[in-house]
């Protein structure tokens, strides 16, 4: 339902965009940042693995200014999970090991977060969507009535969508060949047997159902002395 949205379209541009990154298919955000793959060849590519990363809301509350504005705060990270082959396809492995290098890489992305988002355009809309989202949940848990106007101050445009989603590559396969002689020695059987495959799947799940939004907590702060003005959106959401 959420195909042809500006919401679909900032959560979709988002997991593609953190697949990229943690794939090494751009420059990562944060200097010294790795990709999962960097990490895996420090590892030695020895196993086979499959594990998901997605986004999640950590935290989220709705705070009320000293001149009662609603504003939603909410922290943000990525988590992983290892994943195993079963009768049904992939699902998460009962335990994920903690040096696993997709965990790694969450764990780095999630401790700069705030950064990211303000040099990823695309992370930065997400977090705006996550807030809508707390806000949206406090006004539905708390009773609030509001008037039909407040569901039209957005003008309704058709967002440009195709239901044809691209083919992001999420394998990468290792191996190591001999070569003697000019030839690669025995090449059919180690082209089977020693490759070595890492996979990374993904989505978004912020998880706001997992909060209770209905009582709000004041903060010593005015908004009415600088309004934030919201901006246009970016031309393009992966700068």
Same mark, same amino acid.
């Given at each position: 339902?959420?195909?042809?949205?500006? =919401?679909?379209?900032?959560?979709?541009?988002?997991?593609?965009?953190?697949?990229? &990154?943690?794939?090494?298919?751009?420059?990562?955000?944060?200097?010294?940042?790795?990709?999962?793959?960097?990490?895996?060849?420090?590892?030695?590519?020895?196993?086979?693995?499959?594990?998901?990363?997605?986004? =999640?809301?950590?935290?989220?509350?709705?705070?009320?200014?000293?001149?009662? =504005?609603?504003?939603? /705060?909410?922290?943000?990270? =990525?988590?992983?999970?290892?994943?195993?082959?079963?009768?049904?396809?992939?699902?998460?492995?009962?335990?994920?090991?903690?040096?696993?290098? &997709?965990?790694?890489?969450?764990?780095? /992305?999630?401790?700069?977060?705030?950064?990211?988002?303000?040099?990823?355009?695309? +992370?930065? @809309? &997400?977090?705006? +969507?996550?807030?809508?989202?707390?806000?949206?949940? /406090?006004? &539905?848990?708390?009773?609030?009535?509001?008037?039909?106007?407040?569901?039209?101050?957005?003008?309704?445009?058709?967002?440009?969508?195709?239901?044809?989603?691209?083919?992001?590559?999420?394998?990468?396969?290792?191996? @190591?060949?001999?070569?003697?002689?000019?030839? +690669?020695?025995?090449?059919?059987?180690?082209?089977?047997?020693?490759?070595?495959?890492?996979?990374?799947?993904?989505?978004?799940? /912020?998880?706001?159902?997992?909060?209770?939004?209905?009582?709000?907590?004041?903060?010593?702060?005015?908004?009415?002395?600088?309004?934030?003005?919201?901006?246009?959106?970016?031309?393009?959401?992966?700068?």
């Amino acid at each position: 339902w959420l195909a042809g949205t500006s =919401v679909g379209e900032v959560m979709f541009q988002a997991d593609y965009h953190l697949k990229e &990154l943690s794939m090494g298919e751009h420059s990562q955000p944060i200097l010294g940042m790795r990709s999962c793959f960097e990490l895996a060849r420090e590892e030695g590519c020895q196993e086979d693995w499959s594990a998901r990363e997605w986004f =999640v809301v950590r935290k989220a509350e709705i705070h009320v200014s000293e001149d009662d =504005v609603l504003v939603p /705060f909410v922290k943000m990270g =990525v988590e992983a999970r290892e994943q195993i082959l079963t009768n049904d396809g992939l699902e998460d492995a009962p335990l994920t090991r903690f040096d696993h290098p &997709l965990v790694k890489y969450a764990e780095d /992305f999630t401790r700069n977060f705030d950064l990211i988002a303000e040099r990823k355009s695309v +992370v930065h @809309q &997400l977090r705006e +969507v996550a807030k809508a989202s707390a806000l949206a949940k /406090f006004l &539905l848990e708390s009773g609030t009535r509001v008037e039909d106007s407040w569901f039209h101050v957005a003008e309704g445009s058709e967002v440009p969508c195709c239901l044809e989603v691209p083919q992001l590559w999420h394998d990468r396969y290792y191996s @190591q060949v001999q070569v003697l002689g000019g030839e +690669v020695v025995d090449a059919e059987r180690k082209s089977k047997d020693m490759a070595k495959r890492h996979g990374v799947y993904g989505g978004i799940d /912020f998880g706001i159902d997992r909060f209770r939004l209905a009582a709000p907590s004041r903060v010593a702060t005015a908004m009415s002395v600088g309004r934030i003005a919201l901006g246009a959106p970016a031309s393009t959401l992966m700068a």
